[in-house]
């Protein structure tokens, strides 16, 4: 499909794409190659700065996208990001980002969104589970009730930035089905191990939950908004 951009998204198109040529060429990308991160911080919050964490998320929220089209402007930066070789957590800060705008508590909304959208916090999704659970919607982590909070059992791998991250967006089953709770990555109970990967930007972890303990309140709600 063909998309005519408009003169907002070929700026922001081109201002991204300047930023990564200046601040994180091939010679850089090859550099932080060998580190255990992948990329630094402060290139991650600078990025930030310039949209890339906010554009699924609502004006309301904190967030905004250039044409209206979120999911098209994050293309913009995706399509950088690949032509760049680029490093950073682009999809799962965002899936987080969007998650917690739609179903988040006032609490997670007013808290932890913000400081995700600005590049501070790095948060990432744990989905996918190890074989022979690694199909398409087989979760078994599982998250029990007991008294008011939540119990966590079970490994989630491969977790981009999964050891860069400190929110953890985690889908587990309930007694009354899947559900989603943000878990922060020093939770007792929560033990996060990096993983070797053929991709020289991306990192991968995984993250095992022995009886990792949240409160009710982690758990994401109902949608706030839809699309």
Known sequence: MEVTLSDDQEFFRDTTRKFLESECPIVKVRELAASDDGFERDYWRQGAELGWVSLLVPEDFGGGSISGSGVVDLTLVADAFGSHVSPGP??????????????GSDEQREGVLPAIIAGEVVA??????????????????TATADGDGFVLSGVKAPVEAGAQSEQLLVTARTDDG??????????????????????LVRRYARVDFDGARVPATAKLIAMRWSS
Do not use: K, Y
């Open 90 to 103: 682009l999809l799962p800060a965002n899936v987080v980002a969007a998650a917690l705008a739609r179903s």
């Open 124 to 141: 990432t999704w744990a989905v996918a589970e190890p074989a022979p659970h690694d199909r398409l919607g087989d979760v078994t982590v």
């Open 178 to 199: 899947l559900a989603q709770f943000l878990v922060p990555a020093e939770t007792a109970g929560v033990t996060i191990t990096p993983l070797r990967s053929l991709d």
